[in-house]
């Protein structure tokens, strides 16, 4: 359980993204509406990516505020996807588990494991296969490694903003099925502005829109 109690966040002085919110999450949920709305914000602040705000904010019952940053069992997944360009697939999937200082036996073995899963998706939905060079990869592509490496390390939470912007249509059923795969260790909370297509199908929805 994930609970918003009167949180209010201000990106400049004038500009209030969120204001006296309150918001209950529990179990696979869409929260739909636009970052204009605050759906980024909610998401960054679950990842303590921004964390001046107002207000309260729960995670299992305790105060997010309380938890340590190296404690929080949460990955981000943002719109855009953030690789180093000059390292290879492995290097990046590999690296938040280094910074983390996971055995290099275990980290090759879950590395190896998500190498294996997007080969094995990329040939049943026959597309081609990526490209060991980030740099030569098109944003599709990028997204999908940056996806996966988010969930090596089997978070609880795993948070996906908006994530089929800019997302291929060719490429939809392997993530669909890729989510599905994290659905197994993980709980997720995504944000989307478009509400069609999406493998979001079981979840709990949240309309800020309306």
């Not at 294996?116 to 490209?131: A, G, R």
């Amino acid at each position: 359980m994930i609970e918003f109690n009167a949180v209010t966040i201000k990106y400049v002085p004038d500009v209030t993204t969120l204001l006296n919110f309150n918001l209950k999450i529990n179990g696979n949920t869409l929260i739909i509406g636009d970052e204009f709305l605050g759906t980024s914000s909610i998401l960054r602040l679950l990842a303590k990516i921004d964390k001046n705000y107002e207000g309260d904010i729960f995670i299992e019952g305790v105060n997010l505020k309380d938890i340590k940053d190296r404690d929080l069992s949460i990955a981000y997944i943002p719109k855009e996807p953030y690789l180093f360009n000059h390292k290879s697939i492995e290097k990046n999937l590999g690296y938040p588990l280094k910074i983390r200082k996971i055995d290099k036996a275990t980290a090759k073995e879950k590395v190896n494991f998500a190498l294996n899963l997007i080969n094995n998706l990329t040939q049943k939905y026959n597309l081609p296969t990526f490209s060991n060079k980030i740099n030569k990869m098109n944003i599709s592509e990028k997204k999908i490694i940056t996806l996966l490496r988010a969930s090596l390390r089997t978070p609880k939470y795993i948070l996906i903003d908006d994530f089929f912007i800019n997302l291929n249509e060719k490429y939809q059923p392997l993530v669909a099925e890729l989510i599905k795969q994290l659905e197994k260790t993980s709980t997720i909370i995504a944000t989307t502005s478009i509400i069609t297509n999406l493998p979001y199908k079981n979840y709990k929805y949240i309309d800020l829109v309306n």
